[in-house]
């Protein structure tokens, strides 16, 4: 079945500098990749997301970059603001429609 | 719309009991799914659904059943509760339509003392 790691497991950045998360997954048959963010005791919130016919996705300070061959995609934020602060989780779905997801990465976005 | 209810938020229940976790969603969803979440772990798919009367296995399903007998609910049941059952357990749905992620439930809280 998919598996997905997600690097790395903590981030800290301060306030205007770029974060970058990584996740590689392993089924060549997953087709969708969506990022989450969850705020301590809330539920995940979907921020982004790519499909796999698509290289890269944008929206504000969030964008999302895919490598099929390499089977990997990224999360990066720029110019980070403390309410960036969370968790957040990146997943694939592949075969079966499952959705896996990463083990996380807390952000610390420093002021 | 209410989106995915999840009840109860948080339940104690001691070892060996079974209890259900409700799952209700108004979107008309053909997926779902059930998470739980511990310390380190992310999330962890126990099961899910593609649409009624189809279910399958996650990654943990063991001492979990579900069921899928309407599009709108999808309840978790625990046979006989374990205390490494203890986490926080999150349902999940989707239209099948490709390109749209999951909305999650706020979650329910289950300790097994």
């Known amino acids: 079945g998919e598996n997905v790691e997600q690097h790395p497991s903590t981030l800290s950045v301060q306030e205007g500098d770029s974060a970058v998360i990584k996740c590689t997954y392993s089924d060549s048959a997953s087709n969708y990749f969506p990022w989450y963010k969850q705020e301590l005791g809330k539920r995940p919130q979907l921020i982004i997301d790519?499909?796999?016919?698509?290289g890269e996705k944008k929206d504000q300070r969030i964008a999302v970059t895919l490598n099929k061959t390499a089977k990997h995609f990224s999360l990066h934020i720029t110019e980070t603001q403390p309410e960036d602060s969370a968790v957040y989780f990146c997943a694939a779905r592949g075969g079966g429609n499952k959705l896996v997801f990463g083990a996380g990465t807390i952000l610390r976005v420093k002021s | 719309n209410a989106g995915v209810t999840q009840t109860p938020k948080f339940q104690v229940l001691k070892t060996g009991q079974s209890m259900t976790l409700q799952c209700a969603q108004d979107m008309n969803h053909e997926y779902m799914s059930w998470y739980r979440q511990d310390p380190g772990m992310g999330l962890r798919l126990i099961h899910y659904?593609?649409?009624?009367?189809?279910?399958d296995q996650g990654e943990v399903p063991n001492g979990y059943n579900v069921s899928r007998s309407t599009t709108e609910d999808f309840p978790l049941r625990l046979l006989s509760a374990a205390p490494s059952q203890t986490s926080v357990y999150f349902c999940?749905?989707?239209?099948?339509?490709?390109?749209?992620?999951?909305?999650f439930g706020s979650g329910t809280r289950l300790t097994v003392v």
């Open positions: 999940a749905s989707s239209p099948a339509r490709e390109g749209y992620g999951y909305t």
């Open positions: 790519i499909r796999s016919n698509v």
């Open positions: 659904s593609v649409g009624a009367g189809i279910t």
